[in-house]
Antibody, heavy 126, light 106 residues
Framework: QLQLQESGPGLVKPSETLSLTCTVS??????????WAWIRQPPGRGLEWIGD???????YDNPSLKSRVTLSVDTSKSQFSLKLNFVTAADTAVYYC??????????????????WGQGTLVTVSS | DIQMTQSPSSLSASVGDRVTITCRAS??????SNWYQQKPGKAPKLLIY???SLQSGVPSRFGGSGSGTDFTLTISSLQPEDFATYYC?????????FGQGTSLEI
């Protein structure tokens, strides 16, 4: 059973860099039908997709984060990582890593967030 | 960006009720619509993908429908464990956006 687990500091100072790692266990990070995603949820609010990375390093991120995001993958450790630069209080959120899997229904193919880590709260405060 | 607008934002219901939550996309997304359930302090859980396909392991009382811009999540007979927040999400094009959520309360 594939599992995802986030790790990283729970407190980051304003203007510094938030760094999180997601460890994948019980399955292969190099599976061709998976993308590896980061999603966040500010306290009491909705969900925001941050970005995805494929096992070969190709990335897709949300333009709303204005190029503050760096995604990376280490297949030898079965880990993928998020760095978010120049954080402010608005970046305080629960950060989830997730697997985005290919689902096929007839001729339809789409990728959905079918497995999630438990989430980790990151607070931006001095 | 494609906006996903859910209604209602909150809903009171009772065990055994039939409940419907709607989601409207700001442009046509074919059937690239998904539904998630989130309980307090937990990660979201995929319920429905491709507008109407039931994720493995999800009870059959959950159903989805729609295409284009209008989508619906229906719970045919509410159970106590169904009281949670529900989100729609589009996977038509990045950035992959979610609705604002519908809180289902007793």
């Amino acid at each position: 059973q594939l599992q995802l687990q986030e790790s990283g500091p729970g407190l980051v100072k304003p203007s510094e860099t938030l760094s999180l790692t997601c460890t994948v266990s019980g399955g292969s990070i190099t599976t061709s039908t998976y993308y590896w995603a980061w999603i966040r949820q500010p306290p009491g609010r909705g969900l925001e997709w941050i970005g995805d990375i494929y096992y070969n390093g190709r990335t897709y991120d949300n333009p709303s984060l204005k190029s503050r995001v760096t995604l990376s993958v280490d297949t030898s450790k079965s880990q993928f990582s998020l760095k978010l630069n120049f954080v402010t209080a608005a970046d305080t959120a629960v950060y989830y890593c997730a697997k985005r899997s290919l689902m096929v229904r007839g001729i339809m193919k789409e990728y959905v967030f079918d497995q999630w880590g438990q989430g980790t709260l990151v607070t931006v405060s001095s | 960006d494609i906006q996903m607008t859910q209604s209602p934002s909150s809903l009171s219901a009772s065990v055994g009720d039939r409940v419907t939550i709607t989601c409207r996309a700001s442009q046509s997304i074919s059937t690239y619509s998904n539904w998630y359930q989130q309980k307090p302090g937990k990660a979201p859980k995929l319920l429905i993908y491709a507008a109407s396909s039931l994720q493995s392991g999800v009870p059959s009382r959950f159903g989805g429908s729609g295409s284009g811009t209008d989508f619906t999540l229906t719970i045919s007979s509410l159970q106590p464990e169904d009281f949670a927040t529900y989100y729609c999400q589009q996977s038509f094009s990045p950035p992959y956006t979610f609705g604002q959520g519908t809180s289902l309360e007793i």
